[in-house]
Nanobody, 123 residues
Framework: QVQLVESGGGSVQAGGSLRLSCAAS????????MGWFRQAPGKEREFVAA???????SYSNSVKGRFTIGRDNAKNTLYLQMNSLKPEDTAVYFC?????????????????WGQGTQVTVSS
């Protein structure tokens, strides 16, 4: 089992940057594929980015070229660097862990979730 705690959210103006972190408990972090999802008010949780244990990465079209996912297995930490933020990026961001090394793109691919961190982008 793994516990996940996100941090780094906040308020920023459009065009700004934020870096989210997700600290994972446990000694097998490197064996999990990890992902970031987000949920805006009144909307379903949507995929943002994922990274495998190999690692390889995948991004949603809405963030490709602006966001970068990364991981530091020595620190048991997942990151999401968000640049050129837009008001439509406003949401609660969740990190998630998937048993197995392969990338997951769906909510149902992930067994463990953090509590989320709020990102607000103003125009």
């Amino acid at each position: 089992q793994v516990q996940l705690v996100e941090s780094g959210g906040g308020s920023v103006q459009a065009g700004g940057s934020l870096r989210l972190s997700c600290a994972a408990s446990g000694r097998t972090f490197s064996s999990y594929a990890m992902g970031w999802f987000r949920q805006a008010p009144g909307k379903e949780r949507e995929f943002v980015a994922a990274i495998s244990g190999r690692p390889s990465t995948s991004y949603s079209n809405s963030v490709k070229g602006r966001f970068t996912i990364g991981r530091d297995n020595a620190k048991n930490t997942l990151y999401l660097q968000m640049n050129s933020l837009k008001p439509e990026d406003t949401a609660v961001y969740f990190c998630a862990a998937r048993v197995g090394a392969g990338i997951g793109l769906r909510f149902s691919d992930y067994a463990y979730w953090g509590q989320g961190t709020q990102v607000t982008v103003s125009s």
